[in-house]
């Protein structure tokens, strides 16, 4: 009972990582920026749920619709003032830049709303189900599903049509995809707006398991789900995903045994193991210097 | 050593008046003294008014924190302005620097039977254990440094980032989870390390800064220092002319976590108070903002940023909702307009000030004067 109980928890936590780091993963693979600002999102995301569901008492469909919605147009919104304007800056620069950002979106939402934690209303109203004598809960199973069809939408959306070989094209040499047609700020932008639009769904996912939005609850998960891309190997969705569910399972294998306290130090213990062998993460290619 | 500077000085003089151009320049030593001279100054000044009641208690402690987060963004600067890696980790060295030094004086004050008061009132003994203390602090960090620092260096860039910032997690969740090892009271866990004597104050705050300050200073001028610009500019051109670089990429992190160590181990005394969550990611980061917004591979520009950041959000405390948005503000729009930092590569030296204005040379006559030096050569 207990170990389908764990799995399913590792199988939820790590689900809603792998979305998070698909996010850093898309952005980071199009302009090699350590997006700062996407936990940041997420917690957004999460504000206007409560906004929509607690405030206004919309229904929880539109709210999630809210959400998506809200978090894609911030990400785009943020591209176009913070990091359009360097594109040709050193990357430290724009990395400082998305520290800043990261940094506004977390003070403004304290003083829009307080820093003591808001309670997100139950998005689905949904019994344990009972298999055998194991509690099976819903928002478990919801979160791995939604995150199974956001990955395989992604993997289409990427692999298959032809916005995604353009993104794919621009990561690959923006200046040969300018020459080749490709209109670099517009494929930059709808990166950032799906890449946007998976924190939102995380957001949703996040508060459905949590039930609280707080102005900091980014810093962790963010810097969590960046520690999954990298050890999944940054720029890869089966990276991505696979680095997400290696975290998940891990933070739940060591509460298990009854070392939650140590939880954090294992999940970063891991992304070193990983560097060390594989610098590049498990999935990641490995790119030669040209001198 | 001052009369050697001022016949010096007396002595370009008249050569100045019969060769037309001869440049008159300041000997290395008479460079050492004047800003020697002005350092003690400084100090002294500094000291008076704090002693005097001109500098209130708690402006006091706003300057010594100033002094600690310069010795920060200095020493981060190592690493990032010099070396031109990206270290994500730096509030980790400091939490070592901070908990080792604070341990080491707790421990030892108890031994012999030193109370804070005795450091209020800097008796000998409280000197030279706040001497032993910090640097004690330092080679803690370092010691960590160099053991974060050979399997951390083999990476690059992003991933290099990635890795320190893992390490410092884990230091921090480490400092959380010892507050007793084997019966040994250690860190105090997350109710934190209280009962540090009040090991400083602005002299000898500002005295290690100076310090810091030239040791790396003249660390840089020397060929190890331009063994480490030379890895920043191109490390593989660097290796081709013979430039061990794995054991100089070594060599400037461990540096850089030593004086992170040093400032950790003055943070410690002056707060008062060590707990884990102080030294998470995002202190690593404000440094690296200071380091970034003053201009990477500019000394001047660390010290200017981190002096004035540390005292902007307390000069703004009456704007205090309003403070960490405009922060937030200043620095995007900073990196927008001036993506190199404010000071770029610049570097600030009073002796070369002093030259100039000897020789005439005046910043808004420098063009005339150059010109005239062409039509000369």
Redesign the interface.
């Known amino acids: 009972m207990t170990f389908l109980t764990q799995v399913l928890n590792g199988l939820q936590l790590g689900s809603i990582y792998a979305l998070v780091a698909l996010g850093y993963t898309m952005v980071?693979g199009i302009i090699?920026l350590?997006n700062f600002a996407h936990g940041d999102i997420i917690m957004v995301g999460a504000y206007i749920s409560w906004v929509a569901m607690a405030s206004l008492g919309l229904h929880p469909a539109i709210a999630v619709v809210l959400s998506i919605g809200g978090c894609a147009l911030l990400g785009v919104l943020i591209d176009k003032v913070?990091y359009a304007?360097?594109r040709n800056?050193?990357r430290?620069?724009?990395?400082?830049?998305a520290?800043?950002?990261s940094?506004?979106l977390?003070?403004?939402a304290?003083?829009v709303f307080g820093a003591d934690a808001k309670v997100v209303p139950a998005f689905v109203d949904a019994p344990n189900i009972v298999v055998g004598d194991a509690h099976v809960s819903v928002i478990a199973v919801i979160t791995i599903v939604v995150t199974a069809v956001s990955t395989a939408v992604l993997t289409f959306l990427v692999q298959r049509t032809k916005l995604g070989r353009a993104m794919r094209a621009v990561s690959e040499d923006m200046g040969a995809a300018r020459l080749m047609g490709i209109n670099v700020n517009t494929t930059i932008s709808f990166t950032f707006a799906v890449g946007s639009a998976l924190a939102g769904i995380g957001a949703i996912l996040y508060s459905m398991a949590y039930a609280q939005a707080t102005p900091t609850m980014g810093?962790m998960l963010g810097?969590k789900a960046?520690?999954a891309a990298?050890l999944g190997g940054?720029g890869s969705i089966p990276g991505a995903v696979i680095g997400g569910l290696l975290v998940g399972f891990a933070e739940v294998l060591v509460s298990a045994i009854g070392l939650s306290?140590?939880k954090?130090?294992v999940v970063?213990?891991l992304?070193?193991i990983v560097?060390?062998v594989r610098?590049?993460g498990i999935l990641g290619r490995t790119m030669n210097?040209k001198? | 050593m001052a009369n050697e500077k001022s016949t010096n000085v007396a002595g370009a003089r008249p050569e100045g008046a019969t060769a037309t151009r001869a440049r008159r320049t300041l000997s290395t030593p008479a460079r050492y003294v004047i800003n020697t001279i002005l350092v003690v100054a400084f100090l002294v000044i500094g000291d008076l008014m704090v002693s005097g009641g001109a500098i209130s208690r708690y402006q006091g402690f706003v300057l010594q924190q100033v002094g600690i987060y310069i010795i920060m963004a200095v020493s981060l600067n190592i690493a990032?302005g010099y070396l031109g890696q990206?270290p994500l980790g730096h509030a980790g060295f400091m939490s070592i620097g901070g908990y080792s030094c604070a341990i080491f004086i707790i421990r030892v004050s108890e031994a012999i039977g030193v109370t804070s008061q005795d450091f209020i009132n800097g008796t000998p003994v409280c000197g030279l254990l706040f001497v032993v203390g910090v640097v004690f602090g330092g080679l803690c960090a370092a010691l960590s440094g160099l053991v974060i620092g050979i399997?951390a260096l083999?990476?690059k860039g992003?991933?290099l980032?990635?890795?320190t910032?893992?390490?410092a997690?884990?230091i921090?969740?480490?400092m959380?989870?010892i507050d007793t090892v084997v019966g040994f009271e250690l860190t105090g866990g997350a109710k934190g390390l209280i009962g540090i004597p009040p090991y400083t104050s602005f002299l000898n705050v500002f005295a290690v800064v100076a310090i810091s300050l030239f040791l790396i200073h003249t660390m840089m001028k020397s060929r190890h220092g331009r063994a480490i610009l030379a890895i920043r500019d191109n490390e593989?051109a660097a290796e081709a002319t013979g430039v061990n670089t794995t054991y100089y990429k070594t060599f400037a992190f461990v540096v850089s976590a030593f004086f992170a160590g040093v400032a950790g181990a003055l943070y410690a005394g002056c707060i008062g108070v060590m707990a884990p969550a102080r030294f998470g990611?995002?202190k690593s980061?404000e440094i690296?903002?200071m380091v970034?917004?003053g201009g990477?591979g500019s000394m001047l520009g660390s010290v200017v940023s981190a002096t004035v950041l540390t005292i902007l959000p307390e000069a703004l405390r009456a704007f205090a909702?309003?403070r960490?948005?405009a922060?937030?503000?200043v620095?995007?729009l900073t990196?927008?307009f001036r993506?190199?930092g404010l000071m770029g590569r610049y570097d600030f030296s009073l002796g070369n000030v002093i030259e100039h204005l000897m020789n005439g040379e005046l910043p808004w006559a420098r063009k005339k004067a150059d010109k005239e030096a062409d039509a000369n050569a």
């Open positions: 980071y090699l350590l913070a304007p360097l800056a050193p430290l620069s724009i990395l400082i830049t520290i800043g950002v940094y506004f977390e003070n403004g304290q003083l810093i810097t960046f520690v990298v940054i306290v140590w954090d130090a970063f213990a992304l070193i560097l060390i610098p590049t210097e001198v | 990032t990206l399997p083999r990476l992003d991933y980032a990635i890795i910032l893992g390490f997690e884990i921090r969740v480490v959380l989870n593989i990611f995002m980061i690296l903002v970034v917004l990477m909702d309003y960490m948005i922060y937030a503000v620095l995007i990196m927008i993506p190199q």
